[in-house]
T-cell receptor, first 112, second 116 residues
Framework: EDQVTQSPEALRLQEGESSSLNCSYTVSGLRGLFWYRQDPGKGPEFLFTLYSAGEEKEKERLKATLTKKESFLHITAPKPEDSATYLCAVQANSGGYQKVTFGIGTKLQVIP | ETGVTQTPRHLVMGMTNKKSLKCEQHLGHNAMYWYKQSAKKPLELMFVYSLEERVENNSVPSRFSPECPNSSHLFLHLHTLQPEDSALYLC???????????????FGPGTRLTVL
């Protein structure tokens, strides 16, 4: 069974204090790994898709990396507006239908 | 309108009511999804439609009934719900769910459902 584990569950940072969020996964036939940002009461907002180990993608203060067992979302010099829950998800092949498994998320709070 | 829209944004219903959630995507995608999001739990996939045909039903109770009249619209019909069905219901769409390529899903803002 495909599994996604995110850590920590919650993270509190001072503004400007860089850190990383972890996403560990087990899946057969990985097609892609996704990062989403979700604000309270809203739908997840797509950030990145990573396809293969060694790949990296950046967007403003966020950088996502991928290995064969985990992905990191690095946040450099975060600002209060980066406060949100960050979701990780993996997509695998399952009999022709692409199943996506989500983690519970990491709730990030950035304090001014 | 752009992206994926959902109406209503908030819904309160009694256990004997019948209501429907609506989702519309303006991305030209071929696949649409319903997810349930409860506190402290990962997103739970409920239904998947590809080219208007249901391809996945994750053992969802029959009190939830999906309808996909075309590739841009998706409905979730609700009847005789239970209080434990209270959650955020999210609609998503993607370009292709045929299993050939990686398929990024884009989400709507969700409907916050409360069952009294």
């Amino acid at each position: 069974e495909d599994q996604v584990t995110q850590s920590p569950e919650a993270l509190r940072l001072q503004e400007g204090e860089s850190s990383s969020l972890n996403c560990s996964y087990t899946v057969s036939g990985l097609r892609g790994l996704f990062w989403y940002r979700q604000d309270p009461g809203k739908g997840p907002e797509f950030l990145f898709t990573l396809y293969s180990a060694g790949e990296e993608k950046e967007k403003e203060r966020l950088k996502a990396t991928l290995t064969k067992k985990e992905s990191f979302l690095h946040i450099t010099a975060p600002k209060p507006e980066d406060s949100a829950t960050y979701l990780c998800a993996v997509q695998a092949n399952s009999g022709g239908y692409q199943k996506v498994t989500f983690g519970i998320g990491t709730k990030l709070q950035v304090i001014p | 309108e752009t992206g994926v829209t959902q109406t209503p944004r908030h819904l309160v219903m009694g256990m004997t009511n019948k209501k429907s959630l609506k989702c519309e995507q303006h991305l030209g995608h071929n696949a649409m999804y319903w997810y349930k999001q409860s506190a402290k739990k990962p997103l739970e996939l409920m239904f998947v439609y590809s080219l208007e045909e249901r391809v996945e039903n994750n053992s969802v109770p029959s009190r939830f009934s999906p309808e996909c009249p075309n590739s841009s619209h998706l409905f979730l019909h609700l009847h005789t719900l239970q209080p434990e069905d209270s959650a955020l219901y999210l609609c998503a769409s993607s370009q292709d769910s045929s299993g050939v390529e990686t398929d990024t899903q884009y989400f709507g803002p969700g409907t916050r459902l409360t069952v009294l």
